[in-house]
């Protein structure tokens, strides 16, 4: 069956410092992996998506994610955090033809200033 | 452009009455779904579409009915509410011909007394 785990679910770091958010998954084919954000009283925004081909893909704000198919991880990271970027963050993995996505339990970010 | 549109935004019921939850979208996505969202479990998927008159059951379907008789709506219907439906709803839409992104309502906020 299909899963996704995200084991930190709160994370402070300070503005400037780096950022890495873990997520492994399950699942029985090729994954299709995201990493969502969602602002206090908003919907999700994808920040970044992998399909195949190269392995680190970037993103939007700044973000690049890692997949590793022998770890079946998918790690989010930022080189240095704004505090705009405190949020709740989720990873999600596609199945079917896009119409179905299941997604991890959230962690959510604190900044420092 | 308005994207994905959901009405109410908040709605509080008592235990027994039944509502329906609208979701609208204007992009001509053949992908619709519901998903719940609670504290510390994420997103669960609860129905979704992949094209008019067609649906199917996600994660957590118990206590929801769904139809979708046009592309652009996918109304989700609480026959009877009961206060383990209190949560935040966020409807969902998405096209295999742009990589499976989904595009999020801002999210409905159910309270069930």
């Known amino acids: 069956a299909q899963s996704v785990t995200q084991p930190d679910i709160h994370i402070t770091v300070s503005e400037g410092a780096s950022l890495e958010l873990r997520c492994n998954y399950s699942?029985?084919?090729?994954?299709?992996l995201f990493w969502y954000v969602q602002s206090p009283g908003q919907g999700l925004q994808l920040l970044l998506k992998?399909?195949?081909?190269?392995?680190l893909v970037q993103g939007i704000k700044g973000f690049e994610a890692e997949f590793k198919r022998s770890q079946s991880s998918f790690n989010l990271r930022k080189p240095s955090v704004h505090w705009s970027d405190a949020a709740e963050y989720f990873c999600a993995v596609g199945a079917g033809n896009f119409n179905k996505f299941y997604f991890g339990s959230g962690t959510k970010l604190n900044v420092k200033p | 452009n308005a994207g994905v549109t959901q009405t109410p935004k908040f709605q509080v019921l008592k235990t027994g009455q039944s509502m329906t939850l609208q979701c609208a979208q204007d992009m001509n996505h053949e992908y619709m779904s519901w998903y719940r969202q609670d504290p510390g479990m994420g997103l669960r998927l609860i129905h979704y579409s992949v094209g008019a008159g067609i649906t199917d059951q996600g994660e957590v379907p118990n206590g929801y009915n769904v139809s979708r008789s046009t592309t652009e709506d996918f109304p989700l219907r609480l026959l009877s509410a009961a206060p383990s439906q209190t949560s935040v709803y966020f409807c969902a839409s998405s096209t295999s011909h742009n990589t499976g992104e989904l595009f999020f309502g801002e999210g409905s906020r159910l309270t069930v007394l």
């Open positions: 699942y029985g084919a090729t994954p299709y």
């Open positions: 992998y399909f195949s081909g190269d392995t």
